[in-house]
């Protein structure tokens, strides 16, 4: 399968990801001192208005934290899921960010696993996400494409590690996507990929 091109935008990755922290210095030992990523930029919001601070999250991309000091609470369930996957309700509401998942090594991706909870972190087992029924297996095997595992930050955002295990073609997009109301689209998704498809054996032919 080709590599994915935007034709509209030169996409170069995430700058950042903003979010909102309860307390900065509380933020900053959890993300610099247990997750290790340098903090490279700190910013007084003028006017008293609270604090931005950066970290490093690798490929040039930074995760970002807004500290105000009128913030409101969090509301899990609403701004970020009440619980971890596989430990109640995953779900959020619509516009919200459920989750960052912090690309690491697959090679890597055991000894990470064992060194967080050394460091105290409260993590969820080992997901091995594959193509089965229950899309998840205990074993790592030739169908699994990511493995996971999932953690919560001092204010409930919930992050993840994420290790790809494969690399996809086009089998991978074979589901349409569904509306509002719960009814799948109509060539949304699979109308599209059939034609590239198509355009793809077109290009291999001989000129007639």
């Not at 610099?32 to 490093?56: A, C, E, N, S, Y």
């Not at 960052?100 to 969820?124: H, S, W």
């Not at 089998?171 to 355009?199: C, P």
Request: aromatic share 10%; with cysteine.
């Amino acid at each position: 399968m080709p590599k994915p091109t935007n034709p509209d935008f030169e996409i170069c990755g995430v700058n950042h990801l903003a979010l909102v922290c309860k307390d900065m210095a509380r933020t900053v030992e959890f993300y610099r001192d247990v997750l290790g990523m340098p903090l490279v930029k700190t910013i007084d919001l003028p006017g008293g208005r609270g604090q931005h601070f950066f970290f490093d999250i690798g490929n040039g991309d930074s995760l970002a934290f807004f500290w105000f000091p009128q913030g409101r609470e969090a509301m899990p369930g609403v701004s970020a899921p009440a619980a971890l996957p596989t430990q109640g309700d995953f779900t959020s509401a619509h516009g919200s960010m459920n989750h960052i998942a912090f690309n690491v090594p697959a090679e890597k991706f055991d000894e990470y696993y064992d060194r967080l909870k050394a460091k105290g972190v409260q993590v969820t087992k080992i997901l091995n996400h594959d193509n089965s029924p229950t899309q998840n297996s205990d074993q790592l095997n030739d169908d699994v494409f990511v493995r996971s595992v999932y953690f919560f930050d001092p204010d409930g955002v919930c992050l993840e590690f994420a290790a790809w295990t494969k690399t996809f073609d086009a089998s991978d997009v074979a589901h349409e996507a569904v509306r509002a109301d719960g009814t799948r689209a109509q060539n949304v998704v699979l109308k599209v990929e059939t034609m590239l498809a198509e355009n793809d054996v077109k290009a291999l032919e001989p000129a007639k």
